[in-house]
């Protein structure tokens, strides 16, 4: 069943809602069947997207997080419940979702600009349209000048621009991206954060964001779908009722510290028991 | 501009001044009867002995035969030890059961079995070609499959998220990514296939270098011997320069 996505309780989603939503995610409950036995990774995960929306999926390390990306990516199969993009159900990878990945993901023996070119080349597009059009891709994600470089000349962050203009050259309906900004420092992040908010106004683009950092959902998100520590269910969906267009500016503002507090709130509940789990797993592994 | 072209010549000088360094030493040590001058000959006679070789041992047609040789097989393992590589990577059950008998051929001395290959193909170049591709094929194989092996999930993962078919998941994702460790293979088995086709050449008295390093042992003549040795190593620098360039232009062409 999809959810709606005002206030703290998660509610039943009114059908025309569902209707609307370019992505629909249904009663997803995923198990993994571990040497210790059964492991409910997701369970009952209902969530809708509307076009031009931005949600980020936010919550602690072992919530199954980048179980439901491959789910929606339809890299991963197995599961109950439903996902279908634009009414269409996934039941694979999808021509209308785009994924961008957490690991660096950049063909290394590829330049630039047929890193870029890659999915218009799979396409069958003529050479020289493909070139012409991963340059624009290229110039969007601010990498001008760099079309000849490979990624081994890049540093990380150029590297997953690399990697998201890639995926935006196959023109996706949802941009589905498992946290692209991890492995950068905090400032990287940020300044990165404002070249996604960028892109998405130009393009108009979905979006859909997994992460585990809470200032780069709030900076980002139009909705925040908080996550409980396994089995990951939907513990909450936030409005971002913060001003649009955004840069990494309203970090500093009073509004945003409030949601990061908020979601802090929600989270840390969840953290904690990650890390009790962890520190318990941690001791009888010792013991053993 | 000016470090850049320094950088530029620099090794080949460095190098080529470091082997002069090394003749020059074993000159005075064997003139200064440190090193007995019937066993390692002077650099200087070798040196003479150059013009004599090439004018009196048709050493560019040995040359040529050699490195033919050499060729033929390095061709037929790229093309054989790729395949079977690809082939042991597709099929688990294939891998586990063959991966370590391949392994032990890497290491075994194949050569010692060129009178069977004698009988099979006779005394001619076919001989020597079959014998040096199989012992050059087990490196390919092994890295090929290496190679494959260790191409990055999320790479494939990508590939998959493009809704790549099997073949194009192969040639654009996989094969690019082993590239480097097949050519690593391919440079390991080029060298056991030029071992292997002197060896054969010297041990059956057939056709190019290895042929005519036997007959200036025979002979005595030390410093044509070695001559005709660093014709060898100047097939062995054809080939590695060759392979060099083929990986570059495949990697660019990935």
Wanted: hydrophobic share 50%; with cysteine.
């Amino acid at each position: 069943m999809a959810v709606a996505s005002t206030g703290n309780r998660v509610t039943p989603l009114p059908r025309a809602e569902s209707d609307n939503a370019i992505l629909v995610a249904e009663d997803i409950v995923m198990r993994f069947h571990t040497a210790e036995g059964g492991v409910v990774a997701l369970d009952d995960v209902s969530f809708t997207v509307s076009p031009g929306e931005f949600l980020a999926v936010i919550g602690p390390s072992g919530c199954g997080k980048s179980t439901l990306f491959n789910i929606i990516g339809g890299l991963l199969g197995g599961y109950d419940g439903r996902v279908a993009v634009a009414g269409e159900k996934v039941s694979g990878p999808h021509p209308s979702i785009g994924m961008v990945f957490q690991e660096e993901s950049t063909f290394p023996w590829r330049n630039v600009v047929d890193n870029v070119a890659f999915p218009l080349e799979i396409a069958g597009v003529p050479k020289r349209e493909r070139i012409e059009r991963a340059r624009h891709f290229v110039s969007m994600v601010g990498l001008d000048g760099f079309e000849k470089r490979h990624p081994a000349e890049l540093s990380g962050g150029m590297r997953q621009r690399v990697s998201m203009a890639r995926t935006l050259a196959s023109e996706p309906k949802i941009l589905l991206m498992d946290e692209p900004f991890a492995a950068l420092d905090e400032q990287t992040r940020l300044l990165l954060g404002d070249k996604v908010l960028q892109i998405q106004q130009q393009l108009k683009q979905t979006m859909l964001l997994i992460t585990h950092n809470i200032t780069e959902a709030v900076q980002l998100a139009d909705r925040i779908l908080v996550m409980t520590f396994r089995p990951g269910r939907v513990k909450r969906i936030v409005d971002i009722k913060l001003p649009r267009p955004r840069t990494s500016e309203i970090v500093s503002s009073e509004a945003f510290g409030r949601y990061v507090a908020q979601i802090w709130s929600d989270l840390r509940e969840e953290a904690s028991r990650g890390l009790v789990e962890a520190e318990s797993r941690a001791r009888h592994a010792g013991e053993n | 501009m000016a470090a850049r072209g320094t950088q530029h010549w620099l090794p080949p000088v460095v190098g080529l001044s470091t082997f002069v360094a090394i003749l020059l030493g074993v000159e005075i040590l064997i003139r200064a009867g440190l090193i007995n001058r019937f066993i390692v000959p002077l650099p200087s006679e070798v040196l003479a002995s150059f013009g004599r070789v090439v004018a009196e041992e048709n050493i560019w047609r040995r040359f040529l035969l050699t490195a033919w040789e050499c060729l033929a097989s390095g061709l037929l393992l790229t093309v054989f030890g790729i395949a079977l590589g690809v082939l042991l990577h597709r099929v688990r059950l294939l891998r586990l059961a063959c991966e370590t008998w391949v392994a032990a051929t890497a290491s075994a001395p194949l050569v010692l079995a060129y009178p069977l290959f004698l009988v099979l193909f006779g005394r001619s170049s076919l001989t020597i070609i079959m014998l040096a591709f199989l012992a050059g094929l087990a490196p390919v194989i092994l890295k090929t499959i290496e190679g494959l092996a260790t191409t990055r999930r999320v790479l494939l993962d990508v590939g998959r998220s493009f809704k790549l078919t099997r073949a194009q998941q192969f040639w654009k994702i996989y094969f690019p990514s082993a590239l480097p460790t097949i050519f690593v293979g391919i440079r390991l088995g080029l060298i056991f296939a030029l071992i292997n086709v002197v060896g054969v050449e010297f041990l059956i008295n057939f056709g190019g270098l290895g042929q005519l390093i036997n007959e200036l042992a025979e002979r005595y003549d030390l410093p044509g011997t070695y001559a005709a040795i660093c014709f060898v190593i100047l097939v062995s620098v054809v080939f590695f320069v060759t392979t060099e360039r083929a990986e570059r232009w495949l990697t660019s062409a990935g």
